[in-house]
């Protein structure tokens, strides 16, 4: 078997489109332009990318994207500070502070915790993860809501179906698991209902736990964790993984090996990561219209 290419870079830009007209028509009607205030801390190379390729994407769609950039050593009171400024600023609809921080002088929880749960597009926020928790989210997580809409846009239903996500963290893993076990209409029209396993670097016997999934969600940042004996024949494979080895991009799943089991799997690059920048912009639009009033 040779599996079908998920075409995550197609699909987001048709999201990215999308999202451009609503927010044209938004803005129409007298809504404010949205704005994306991104704050960048330090100067990690990958998260500059991140941030560059956000704000390329924002102004595409027509959304006003600001770049805060703070030296390493500003320290979490400046830091908070700036958040704060933010928060209170009316023409600021949507605040991501770009993670990993430099470093541990700054405490990423406090830092979380201090965004408007009204700005928060990350949906990191306590507030909006309990939202998401039952059932009735505000804004749906980036990666976790891109991987959905690529499910959904090539009709891929897990309803009913084992879903293994591997990788239990507060950005992919645990959001992923709970949004594909939600009732129909929670996250989407068409992804739900899933019978979901979270699996994690503890999980005894993760090879004979991940071969019984009819979808396998590598997000555990390790490179090629995952290898085709891992994979059920005929599975979805999702591939959340963005590892730099030397000067190659790799993901949590060992591609080559994947293609010959999996019926359809994400490449890397080109799959999850342009769905999660496509989903940050829907989250700006609707920060903007919950905002409005
Ligand atoms: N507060 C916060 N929110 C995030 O959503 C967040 C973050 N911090 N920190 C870092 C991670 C990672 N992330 C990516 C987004 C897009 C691509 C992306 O577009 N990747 C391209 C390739 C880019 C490349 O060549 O490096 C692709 O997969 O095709 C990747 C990774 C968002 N993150
Ligand atoms: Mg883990």
Known sequence: MTAERLDGKR??????????????EFVASGGPTPCLAAVLVGEDPASQVYVRNKARACEKAGIDGRTHRLSADVG????????????????VHGILVQLPLPDSSYDERAILDAVDPLKDVDAFSPINVGLLMQGRPRFLPCTPHGIVQLLGRYQLSVAGKRVCVVGRSDIVGKPMAMMLAQRTGTCGPE????TVTLAHSRTADLGDVCRQADCLIAAVGRPEMITGDMIKPGAVVIDVGINRV?????GDVAYDQACEVASAITPVPGGVGPLTIAMLLHNTLIAAKLQRS
Request: charged letters at 25%.
């Open 11 to 24: 699909v987001a830009a048709e999201i990215r489109q999308e999202v451009a007209a609503d927010v044209a």
């Open 76 to 91: 979490q009171t400046e830091l908070l500070r700036l958040i704060a400024e933010l928060n209170a600023d009316p023409s």
């Open 191 to 194: 992804i739900a209902n899933a």
């Open 246 to 250: 030397g000067d190659k991009l790799v």
